[in-house]
């Protein structure tokens, strides 16, 4: 079965901490995505990258970083958590080229307090 | 930020009626539009999806209805079910599907 798998379910940080979210895809898709989910706003996406050391920025970017140094992980960075970061966030692959279907993770709750 | 606007914001609905979420978009040069599924814990999982060249996609229980003159967009289920019970996010975007504008999601009660 087919597998997204997000390193922690709940994440309780400090404001100013260097935040790092972890996203493994078993599935040797090319793409990778981040997604923050907030009620009443739906899912944005954030950086998306369509091979390793590839990145793009998606809708809003601004307060993150990404790196992909290996095809199968894709890393969310938050340089300096602020409260407005206290979100659900979502990690997605795809297969390039065959299915536009995103396989998601289940999400990281991530607390900025 | 191209805007995909989602209605109801919350739905409920016996078992056996019919559910219906729409959405409307902006964008004329989105040609994929999905309907993903969430439950509880859970990230959300593709449900069906459609293109512009079609007016109509049945899956199952599960139907797009696609307007590409008005630039709207619907899931109809049919037969509702308790077990269809979660959140129902519509989206739109280019047809590799990299991009994509998601609404802001319809939670679904169905009353058994």
């Known amino acids: 079965d087919v597998k997204v798998t997000q390193s922690s379910r709940y994440l309780v940080k400090r404001t100013g901490e260097k935040v790092f979210l972890e996203c493994v895809q078993d599935m040797d898709h090319e793409n990778m995505f981040w997604y923050r989910q907030d009620p009443g706003l739906g899912l944005r996406l954030i950086y998306f990258s369509y091979d390793v050391k590839m990145k793009e920025k998606g809708d809003i970017p601004e307060g993150y970083s990404v790196s992909r140094e290996k095809k199968e992980r894709f890393s969310l960075i938050l340089e300096s958590a602020s409260t407005n970061q206290t979100s659900m966030y979502l990690c997605?692959?795809?297969?390039?080229?065959?299915?536009?279907?995103?396989?998601f993770g289940s999400g990281t709750q991530l607390s900025v307090l | 930020q191209q805007q995909v606007k989602q209605s109801p914001q919350s739905l409920i609905v016996q078992k056996g009626g019919i559910s219906i979420i729409n959405c409307a978009y902006e964008n004329t040069a989105f040609d994929y539009f999905p309907w993903y599924q969430q439950f509880p814990g859970k990230g959300p999982a593709l449900l069906i999806a459609i293109r512009p060249d079609v007016s109509e996609k049945k899956e199952g229980r599960f139907t797009i209805s696609f307007n590409k003159s008005a630039k709207q967009f619907s899931l109809h289920i049919m037969d509702s079910q308790p077990g269809d019970s979660a959140t129902y996010f519509c989206?739109?975007?280019?047809?590799?599907?990299?991009?994509?504008?998601f609404g802001a999601g319809t939670i679904l009660r169905v009353k058994s």
């Open positions: 997605a692959s795809s297969k390039q080229g065959v299915s536009e279907k995103l396989f």
């Open positions: 989206a739109a975007g280019p047809g590799d599907g990299n991009k994509l504008v």
